[in-house]
């Protein structure tokens, strides 16, 4: 895969910036366009990035990417934002607390708002991650808002989680029961500048360590790190690096790697599923409940209706 250099080296970014865009005008174009890339070239990872508002993915991403250029890694970085579409402020606030890598061609990012197009986030970031890989950027980064459904389908497309605490949040041992520690592969304590820091560190690991492992499973390490000086994102990518090898050595009809692709396929087939019957739903659940209301049509009629339809719409699609 050329890497783009010479006289435009961000040719290539705007490139890719109008091919995203297109696909996601016209997600019927999806799957030919994505079918036809090439492979990546290279070995790629995509690491999601979880954990509550305000922990700090977004400022710990920044040093995570610093730290991967370094190491000559092209970086692609797709930030999942919460806030409203229609609330730029929020939406540029995050844009410029990446921006300072904004004139590296090593570095491309996209956000996606919350609700995604084509057919929800999920399978939105799934495109952008393949169109990403294709053009030769090899660590993909992830950043989600951590809680709910939403959060927990975009991990699935991870191949490697980072989960996020921080002294500050409140975390501490509810986060972990909530199941975050099945979720996660590598756990960071941050704002380790922070009272409490060492405890909330000393929790998490006690808890990893109770919730022992199956022989040969990775060893789930928990780090401390001060994402606004950088401080500790060496020992992240190194980890990041450790776990990327630890998957690439695993055998093909592993377990783990089965149940990985099984759901990431599952959670992008699911919600583009969804998405599209919502839509369908919404254009015609109004006049339906308008009908029951006025004795036209029969609750169960309207419902047999609306399902024999919803069948038909996916079986055109
Ligand atoms: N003291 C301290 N503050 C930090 C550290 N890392 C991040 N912060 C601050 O914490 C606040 C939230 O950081 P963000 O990076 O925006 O957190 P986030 O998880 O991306 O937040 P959302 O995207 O809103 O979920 C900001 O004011 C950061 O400057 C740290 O290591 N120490
Ligand atoms: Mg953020």
């Given at each position: 895969m050329p890497v783009p250099t010479g006289a435009e080296p961000l040719a290539e970014q705007r490139r890719l910036a109008r091919l995203l865009s297109r696909l996601e005008r016209n997600p019927a174009e999806v799957p030919d366009i994505l079918v036809s890339l090439p492979a990546p070239q290279l070995a790629v990872q995509r690491i999601g990035f979880t954990g509550s508002p305000g922990v700090g993915k977004s400022t710990l991403l920044h040093s995570v990417i610093r730290e991967l250029r370094a190491r000559?890694?092209?970086?692609?970085?797709?930030?999942?934002?919460?806030?409203?579409?229609?609330?730029?402020?929020?939406?540029?606030?995050?844009?410029?607390?990446?921006?300072?890598?904004?004139?590296?061609?090593?570095v491309f990012i996209r956000s996606?708002?919350?609700?995604?197009?084509?057919?929800?986030?999920?399978?939105?970031?799934?495109?952008?991650a393949s169109v990403l890989e294709s053009a030769g950027y090899t660590r993909i980064l992830i950043e989600t808002v951590g809680v709910?459904?939403?959060?927990?389908?975009?991990?699935?497309?991870?191949?490697?989680?980072?989960?996020?605490?921080?002294?500050?949040?409140?975390?501490?041992?509810?986060?972990?029961?909530?199941?975050?520690l099945e979720l996660g592969d590598?756990?960071?304590?941050?704002?380790?500048?922070?009272?409490?820091a060492d405890t909330l560190l000393k929790e998490i690991e006690y808890s990893l360590a109770m919730d022992m492992p199956a022989a040969g499973n990775w060893q789930r390490p928990a780090l401390s790190m001060v994402a606004s000086s950088g401080q500790g994102?060496?020992?992240?990518?190194?980890?990041?690096?450790?776990?990327?090898?630890?998957?690439?050595a695993l055998p093909q009809d592993?377990?783990?790697?089965q149940r990985r692709m099984q759901r990431e396929l599952e959670f992008t087939?699911?919600?583009?599923?969804?998405?599209?019957?919502?839509?369908e739903l919404k254009e015609k659940l109004g006049s339906l409940a308008a009908q029951v209301i006025s004795g036209e049509?029969?609750?169960?009629?309207?419902?047999?209706?609306?399902?024999?339809?919803?069948a038909d719409r996916l079986g055109r699609d």
């Open positions: 000559d890694e092209r970086v692609g970085v797709i930030a999942v934002d919460p806030t409203s579409p229609f609330s730029g402020g929020a939406l540029l606030g995050d844009r410029l607390r990446l921006a300072p890598q904004q004139d590296d061609d090593g996606i708002g919350s609700r995604g197009s084509l057919g929800g986030i999920t399978p939105q970031a799934s495109v952008i709910g459904q939403t959060g927990y389908d975009v991990v699935s497309l991870a191949d490697t989680v980072v989960a996020l605490f921080s002294p500050e949040g409140g975390d501490g041992i509810q986060l972990i029961k909530a199941g975050i590598i756990f960071v304590v941050n704002k380790a500048d922070r009272p409490g994102a060496d020992a992240l990518v190194d980890a990041m690096e450790a776990h990327r090898s630890w998957l690439a592993h377990a783990a790697r087939v699911r919600s583009s599923v969804s998405a599209l019957l919502d839509g049509t029969g609750r169960w009629q309207a419902i047999a209706q609306l399902q024999a339809e919803l």
